[in-house]
């Protein structure tokens, strides 16, 4: 099979993409062979691409990019139960030990010996074919496409945003950052319930997606502050901007939660005052668990579109284009690979 691997360069500097031919993997026991089909590019992959590390994550060997993947089974390996051959399954990316107290406890997403897609030594779906664990390929519908199908990933991450927010009927709430976590973020707020969802952004072209997807009100963090708004009570911060986090646990009502997803600086001020004064909550967000079948659902009942964050196609010899048309292109929102293309 063909896979588009990540070539490391020298420490910091940009890496580059080269096509190989790779033996096919093998399902083993309780897995699955997937034939992919979409896979989305997320920051996280471009970021590797860059700079060859996120963090201590480094990667040291050559490396298949891509976790947003979804595709058709093409063969299952012994002991499967419930799932066939032909089967559309959108592939949750990161295997966890099932096995480990944070596991057993239902916080899988907290697993210490977690295998995730294209996260240093593990490869990614870049590739004409994965191998993943039965319980992590979720089938979906037929009128889903193949790309909303591989963005269940990144609409998982908004799901569970929402679900450590506590949104719910008549939450206020504010999405800093209208990236494609953003719009995934504004959108499962609505679907769970906010009766308002305000978003900032620096870039007019993903506020204007953001009103068109259901934001109900639009900040243009250039020249307008989110501390100006009617006070929300859940922040779901999806920029990892520093600035746009301190701003947002400002603007929070008294009592309310900020839900920290971007990743950004590894420490940024905190408001105490205002976090002590008001009672804040503030939580962090790693990942997600449990989150496909929602997001499955709400896709499928037409609760949330994931299609029209789709702003480019490309081919597995294009990979390297599609890391790099973010950077270059301010309307790029989410770009998807088809490596049987
Ligand atoms: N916690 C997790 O598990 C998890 C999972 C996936 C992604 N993330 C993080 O979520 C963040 C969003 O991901 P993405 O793919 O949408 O990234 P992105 O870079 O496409 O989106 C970030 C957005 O923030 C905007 N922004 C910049 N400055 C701002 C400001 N001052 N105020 C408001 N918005 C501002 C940018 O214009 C951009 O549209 C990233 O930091 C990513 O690392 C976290
Ligand atoms: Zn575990």
Redesign the pocket.
Known sequence: MRAAVLVPAASGQTGRIELEERAAPEPGPGEVLVDVRAVGV???DVHYYEHGRIGDFVVEEPMVLGHESAGVISAVGPGVTGLAVGERVSVEPGVPDRSCPQCLAGRYNLCPQMRFFATPPIDGAFAEQVVVHQAFAHPVPDSMSDDAAALLE?LS?GVWACRKGGVGPGSRVLV???????LVAVQTALAFGATSVAV????PA?LEMAGALGATELVD?RSSSVTDIAPPNILLE????P??ITEGIRALDRAGRAVL????GDEIPLPLSVVQGRELEVT?????ANTWPTAIALVAAGRIDLDRLVTGHYGLADAEASLTV?RSDPFSVKVIVHPDR
Not at 200 to 203: G, K, L, P, Q
Not at 238 to 241: E, L, M, N, Y
Not at 284 to 288: D, H, K, M, V
């Open positions: 997320c920051g996280s990144p991450v800093t950052g209208a990236g494609p976590i953003g900032s952004d620096v870039n993903r963090a999806c920029s990892g901007f600035p746009a997803v971007g990743m950004g962090g967000t790693f990942r997600y973010g």
